[in-house]
C-alpha cells in the first residue's frame, strides 16, 4: 500500500508541473537508483563486448621460437608478425613463447616444456632449429617444415651462432586439422611465411 500511495503522491505532485519541471524532480529524488541502474547497464555491456571480443578475436597464429634465436631475435620476430597480421585483420598480433631447444644440455626440460604446449594445443607454428624440428617430424607433431635458413632472419640468426631456422607448421590431430578453424589458421601460416621469405 506503501508504494501505491507513494506513486500516486508523485503522480498529484507532478500534475501541474512543466516538462523540465519533472524531470528536475525525478533527478531530485531518484538520482542514486538512476546512477546504479545506469551504471549497471554500461558495466555490463562492456562486460559483454569483452566476452565477445575475447571469442571472436583468438590470435590469428600462436607462434614459439627456439630460445637460442628467441634471445636475438625476439623483437624482431614481433615486427614480422605485426608485419604480417596488422590491425586492420580484425585479430589480435600473433602470440609468441620462447621454446628451450630439446637439444640443449644446459636445460633438461625442453622436451618437457614442448610436450606440454603440443599437447595443450596453444602452438600453430614452430620458428624452430633443425633439433626441433626433427623432434617434431619424428613426433609426427608437424604437418609442413621449411628451411628459412635462406631469408633475411634466418641469416641475422646465423650470424649469433644460432643453428638453421625452419618454419614448422603444426598438427593439432587429423580431425582437428580438417575443421574451418584450423584451416583459417593453416591459411594465416601460409601468409606468414610469405613474409618470412619476402624480406
Not at 524532480?25 to 566476452?51: D, G, Q
Not at 590469428?60 to 614480422?80: K, M, N, P, T, W
Amino acid at each position: 500500500m506503501k508504494i501505491d500511495f507513494s506513486l500516486k503522491d508523485m503522480k498529484q505532485k507532478m500534475a501541474g508541473m512543466t516538462v523540465g519541471q519533472k524531470a528536475d524532480y525525478i533527478w531530485t529524488y531518484y538520482k542514486v537508483p538512476i546512477l546504479a541502474a545506469a551504471f549497471i547497464l554500461i558495466f555490463t555491456a562492456s562486460l559483454v563486448s569483452a566476452i565477445l571480443k575475447n571469442t571472436l578475436s583468438d590470435p590469428v597464429l600462436s607462434y614459439g621460437v627456439v630460445e637460442r634465436a628467441d634471445v636475438y631475435c625476439g623483437e624482431a620476430f614481433d615486427q614480422i608478425a605485426a608485419e604480417a597480421f596488422p590491425d586492420s585483420t580484425g585479430f589480435y598480433a600473433p602470440e609468441r613463447c620462447s621454446i628451450t631447444s630439446p637439444a640443449d644440455e644446459a636445460s633438461p626440460y625442453g622436451p618437457v616444456q614442448l610436450a606440454a604446449h603440443l599437447s595443450a594445443g596453444d602452438l600453430d607454428v614452430m620458428l624452430a632449429d633443425k633439433a626441433i624440428a626433427d623432434y617434431l617430424v619424428e613426433g609426427e607433431a608437424a604437418l609442413s617444415v621449411t628451411d628459412i635458413s635462406d631469408t633475411a632472419i634466418g641469416r641475422w640468426v646465423k650470424e649469433f651462432e644460432v643453428p638453421a631456422l625452419y618454419f614448422v607448421v603444426l598438427s593439432k590431430g587429423e580431425e582437428a586439422d580438417a575443421s574451418e578453424k584450423n584451416a583459417e589458421k593453416r591459411k594465416a601460416a601460409e601468409h606468414f611465411l610469405e613474409v618470412i621469405q619476402g624480406m
